[in-house]
């Protein structure tokens, strides 16, 4: 069985289906499929993320796709209707920093308000004012987004985002792309599991984590893989009001969710490999062992958290610089990239099929030159350093 389509988006989740808005809601005058392989996104980085949006980054293309991201949330209404609400709570980040980061922490900060970031920078003092159930132990300052940051429900947002493709005239395909069909420097076709083939004028890999494998298909060499992050629920007897999302010198993170907290923390560099394709299983052991004694010492009322439950997803890690790719592959011109997002892929999702979109229909950027995050580094092996991963 054979089809055929001027865009094939393969992922169907935050980024493809941001992709897809733009170019139906842009006049985008051709057909536009969609490729995706659960769409009930049981196991999709997308709705098993934080859905955490900050601007405190050190790259100030990064800082401008989210900032980006916090307009379309806040302009959710006004783009889909009275009724489309994700539940943004516009509540901070608050990244603290130790005597050995503090310079990066500065350096950072003059970069987030030279592009209009709302971050105030606050001394010890100032932090235990602001915040008081905060122990400022080992703390030598810390930035704070006044405005602009927070998270929201990435499930309401998907499906806004798909009901609204759906609206549009965007085709929604459920199948997996198991092969590729590419003569010389052109992609032809997709083909799926279940035998259909979809010849494509232009062929969008928005992959998430499996974006390498989706590129691999092509002959392409993309360093996407997935990795596994754990997502714990706690309670805590004592209540911490106004806490924001709260990122410790360990690198260990929490923030409110409802009347209870989540937190998580990356795993050791030395256990931290490509996640196996099934792998969903919540990594305990990194609860006792490193999140419940920073959790505690940072916060001392978290000294009688009580864990409710965990879950476990897997986010599209660029082994070489934990930045995205996005634009054109420099020999495969109708090949786009949106992946390895490595994390913050959610909240730069619109600016990003946003991009996509533009690349399509005008075959350049015209809102945001995101040139800093092109195949070219890629295939250089040529890191584009974020100085402020989380």
Known sequence: MSDRADVVIVGGAAVGLSAAHFLARGGFPGRVVVVERDPTYARAATTLSAASIRQQ????????????GVAFLRGLKARFGADAD?????????????????DILLDNHRIQRAEGADIALLEPDALARRFPFLSTEGVAGGAFGLSGEGWFDAHLLVALLRRD????????????????????????????????RIACGVLVNAAGP??????????????????????????????????????DLTGVWVRPEGKQFIAGVSPPAEA???????????????????VWPALATRVPAFEAVKPVRAWAGHYDYNTLDQNAVIGPHPE????????????????????????????????????????????????????LVERQVI
Do not use: W
């Open 272 to 290: 931290d490999g490509r996640a196996e394709a099934g792998d969903f299983e919540p990594d305990h052991a990194l609860f006792e062992e490193i």
């Open 57 to 68: 980054f050190s790259t100030p293309e990064n800082i401008r796709l989210s900032q980006f």
């Open 210 to 247: 499996q974006a390498g494998d989706v590129a691999a298909l092509a002959g392409v060499a993309l360093p996407v893989e997935p990795r596994k992050r754990t997502v714990f629920v706690v309670d805590c007897r004592t209540p911490v009001e106004g806490l924001p999302m709260l990122i």
């Open 165 to 196: 493709a759906k609206a549009a005239g965007v085709d929604l395909v459920t199948g997996e792309v198991t092969a590729i069909e590419r003569a010389g420097g052109r992609i032809e076709a997709v083909r799926l599991a279940d035998g259909r």
């Open 332 to 383: 495969i011109a109708n090949l786009l990239f949106a992946n390895g997002f490595s994390g913050h892929g959610l909240q730069q999702a619109p600016a990003a099929g946003r991009a996509i979109a533009e690349l399509v229909t005008l075959g350049r950027y015209a809102s945001l030159d995101l040139s800093a995050f092109s195949y070219a580094r890629i295939a250089a092996g040529r890191p």
């Open 86 to 102: 994700v539940g943004f709570h516009e509540c901070g980040y608050l990244v603290l920093a130790g005597p050995e980061g503090r």
